[in-house]
Nanobody
Framework: QVQLVESGGGLVQPGGSLRLSCAAAGSIYSIKDMGWYRKAPGKERELVAVITSGGSTNYGDSVKGRFTISRDNTKTTVNLQMNSLEPEDTAVYYC??????????????WGQGTQVTVSS
């Protein structure tokens, strides 16, 4: 079983910053990609940022230049530094992991979600 433990969400004023973290624990042979998606009220889930095991990154268009994704040396924790936050960033943010539970398979895992609210 795999669990993704998310932290760092909260309330912040426009222009402020937050840092999200997600730690993966459990039976995964290896982790390929880690990142964050988000779902805002009335909108579908969308990509925020993903980082591969090799360090390549992919950002959603709306967060480019403001958010930075990174992984620790163990490749089991992903961080998202969010700067210049806007009210439009308000959403539930979900940790995403693409792992290999066995040598021959891949599987997507999701965190429970952490609320980020940007408001005056």
């Amino acid at each position: 079983q795999v669990q993704l433990v998310e932290s760092g969400g909260g309330l912040v004023q426009p222009g402020g910053s937050l840092r999200l973290s997600c730690a993966a624990a459990g039976s995964i042979y290896s982790i390929k990609d880690m990142g964050w998606y988000r779902k805002a009220p009335g909108k579908e889930r969308e990509l925020v940022a993903v980082i591969t095991s090799g360090g390549s990154t992919n950002y959603g268009d709306s967060v480019k230049g403001r958010f930075t994704i990174s992984r620790d040396n163990t490749k089991t924790t992903v961080n998202l530094q969010m700067n210049s936050l806007e009210p439009e960033d308000t959403a539930v943010y979900y940790c995403y992991v693409l792992g290999t539970p066995t040598l021959w398979s891949t599987k997507t895992y999701w965190g429970q979600g952490t609320q980020v609210t940007v408001s005056s």
